[in-house]
C-alpha cells in the first residue's frame, strides 16, 4: 500500500492509554491527520509511525504479538521515520530483565533495572524507583530531534529500567539518576527515548514537532 | 544535577468551578479550571491536580469534561482525585486524559480497589491520597470523606501498606494544617517521606515560599503542594521555583 500522505499512524497495541500521546502529537501536526490503531494496514500506509508503551514490557511484548503487530512494527522501523517512547523504546532492544523477555532485538543490548545498591543522591540521600519526575537529558549526539530544544533540558520520565546498548554510538541523549543511563538511541530512520514527550511541556512538544518534520 | 523537586498547583473543583476552602470548608470562587491551569503550564509547574469535591453525583460527569480539555491544552502530567470508586471510575479519567487517579476514602473501605486499579493501569497512575490529623506527638491517624470521618488507622502504616497494595504515589495531607497557611505538618511529611519508598507529595498549610522549601529540605518530600498561594496571585510557580533553586533544592526552571 502507497504511504498516505503525512499520515502519523500511533500504535496501539492495548497497553495504557494513548490519548495522551495522541493529543500531544495533534498538537503540532499542523494539520497532518494522526491516527490511534491497532490495524496492520493502517500502520503499514502511514508516512510515520510513533511507537508508545506503558506498563510492564511482558505484557507489552505480549500484546503486540496477540494483535499480529510485530511485522508491521519491524518493518517500520526499518524504513519510515519512527519515534519509539518509554517501553516503545525498551521494546526496540534484545532482552529485558523484566520478566526476562526478549524484545524486538532493532538494537542491540538489554533492558535493565536501576540497581538498587547504586541508588543515592550526590548528598547521600535514597532515590526512589520508579524513577519519576522531570530529569535532564544531555545531548550526547547531535540530531534532528534536538532542534530548538536546549542541551540538558528536563523531560518527565516514569520508569524503572532503562536501556543498556552493546552499541554506544546509538545513544543520543543521557540522563543521571543514580548511574548515568541512556535515555534516547536513534539510528538511521529511528529514534525513541525514555521519556514522556508528550508531557514534557515545551521541550517535549519541539521533540514531537521535530519528529514531524523529521526527513531521515 | 539530577531528578528535579516538583511543584505542583492543586485546583479544587466543584460544579465545573475551581475553589478554595478553609480546613476543608468556607468555599471560595477562584475561576476556570482549564484557564488556570494554563496559567500554571505557562508558569513553569510540574504537574497539575484537580481534585474534584463535588457532593452531588449527578455532577460527577463534568469533572470529565474538564479534564479532557485540559489534556488537549496542558501537556504536563495530570493528576485527578475525589469520588473515586471503582477500576471503571479509574480507567474513565485516564481515558478523559487524566495521567494519574488519586483515591482516598474508596482506599481505605476497600484497599482491594488499589492492587486491582494499579494491576490494571499499573502504579504509576495510582496515587493514594491520605489526609492525616495528629493524635499524639509523633502520631497521626487517617481520616476520609473530606476530613468528617476518622479509620483507626495510623497514618505511617497505613502509607506502607498502600505501597504494598500497588500505589504509585502518595499524596499526604495534614488535616490540621490544610488552610491554615502554617506550613506542611514537616513531622508527620518526614515520619511518611521516610517509611515508603515512593514518591511522596507533601500537601497541606502552605502560606509562603519558605514552607515549600522546607516541605522539601526538612520534610523530605519529593514534591510539593499547594493551591491558595498560587490561586490568588500571591506568588507564581516560577517564583516558588527560582525561591527553592536559590536554597540549593533541584528544580526545573
Known amino acids: 500500500m502507497a504511504n498516505k500522505a503525512g499520515m502519523v499512524a500511533v500504535i496501539d497495541y492495548g497497553m495504557g492509554n494513548l490519548r495522551s500521546v495522541w493529543q500531544a502529537l495533534v498538537h503540532v501536526a499542523e494539520g497532518r491527520e494522526v491516527i490511534v490503531t491497532a490495524d496492520p494496514d493502517i500502520v503499514a500506509s502511514a508516512e510515520r509511525v510513533v511507537f508508545p508503551g506503558q506498563g510492564a514490557m511482558p505484557d507489552c511484548m505480549r500484546e503486540l504479538d496477540a494483535r499480529g503487530l510485530r511485522p508491521v512494527v519491524l518493518d517500520a522501523a526499518r524504513n519510515k521515520p519512527f519515534l519509539g517512547i518509554c517501553i516503545g523504546l525498551q521494546m526496540l532492544f534484545e532482552h529485558s530483565e523484566e520478566g526476562d523477555v526478549s524484545g524486538l532485538g532493532v538494537f542491540s543490548g538489554c533492558v535493565r533495572l536501576f540497581p538498587p545498591e547504586k541508588m543515592f543522591a550526590a548528598s547521600g540521600g535514597r532515590l526512589k524507583v520508579p524513577h519519576m519526575g522531570w530529569n535532564e537529558v544531555a545531548q550526547c549526539r547531535a540530531h534532528p530531534l534536538w532542534s530548538r530544544i536546549g542541551n540538558g533540558a528536563r523531560f518527565y520520565f516514569v520508569h524503572s529500567y532503562f536501556v543498556d546498548p552493546v552499541d554506544r554510538d546509538c545513544a543520543v541523549g543521557m540522563t543521571d539518576y543514580g548511574i548515568p543511563f541512556t535515555s534516547a538511541v536513534a539510528r538511521d530512520n529511528i529514534f525513541a527515548i525514555q521519556c514522556h514527550p508528550e508531557k514534557s511541556a515545551q521541550a517535549g512538544l519541539a521533540l514531537l514537532s521535530n519528529f514531524m518534520k523529521w526527513v531521515p | ?253
Open chain 2, 1 to 253: 544535577m539530577g531528578l528535579a523537586k516538583r511543584i505542583i498547583p492543586c485546583l479544587d473543583v466543584t460544579a465545573g468551578r475551581v475553589v478554595k476552602g478553609t480546613n476543608f470548608v468556607d468555599l471560595r470562587d477562584a475561576g476556570d479550571p482549564v484557564e488556570i491551569a494554563r496559567r500554571y503550564d505557562d508558569q513553569g509547574a510540574d504537574e497539575v491536580t484537580f481534585l474534584d469535591i463535588t457532593a452531588s453525583s449527578d455532577q460527577r460527569d463534568i469533572i470529565l469534561h474538564i479534564v479532557e480539555a485540559c489534556a488537549s491544552q496542558v501537556f504536563i502530567p495530570l493528576t485527578v482525585g475525589g469520588g473515586v470508586r471503582t477500576v471503571a471510575d479509574v480507567r474513565r479519567l485516564l481515558n478523559a486524559g487524566a495521567d494519574k487517579v488519586s483515591m482516598n476514602t474508596a482506599a481505605v473501605n476497600n484497599p482491594d480497589l488499589v492492587a486491582d486499579a494499579s494491576a490494571k493501569v499499573g502504579n504509576q497512575c495510582i496515587v493514594v491520597a491520605i489526609d492525616a490529623k495528629q493524635v499524639a506527638p509523633g502520631k497521626w491517624e487517617v481520616f476520609t470523606h473530606g476530613g468528617r470521618n476518622r479509620t483507626g488507622l495510623d497514618a505511617v502504616e497505613w502509607a506502607r501498606r498502600v505501597q504494598q497494595l500497588g500505589a504509585g504515589e502518595i499524596l499526604l495531607t495534614s488535616m490540621d494544617r490544610d488552610g491554615t497557611k502554617n506550613g506542611f505538618d514537616l513531622a508527620l511529611t518526614r515520619a511518611v517521606s521516610d517509611a515508603v519508598d515512593i514518591p511522596v507529595i507533601a500537601s497541606g498549610g502552605v502560606g509562603n515560599l519558605q514552607h515549600l522549601a522546607d516541605g522539601v529540605s526538612i520534610g523530605g518530600a519529593d514534591a510539593v503542594l499547594a493551591a491558595s498561594i498560587f490561586h490568588f496571585g500571591e506568588y507564581t510557580v516560577r517564583q516558588a521555583k527560582e525561591f527553592m533553586r536559590d536554597r540549593g533544592i533541584e528544580v526545573r526552571l
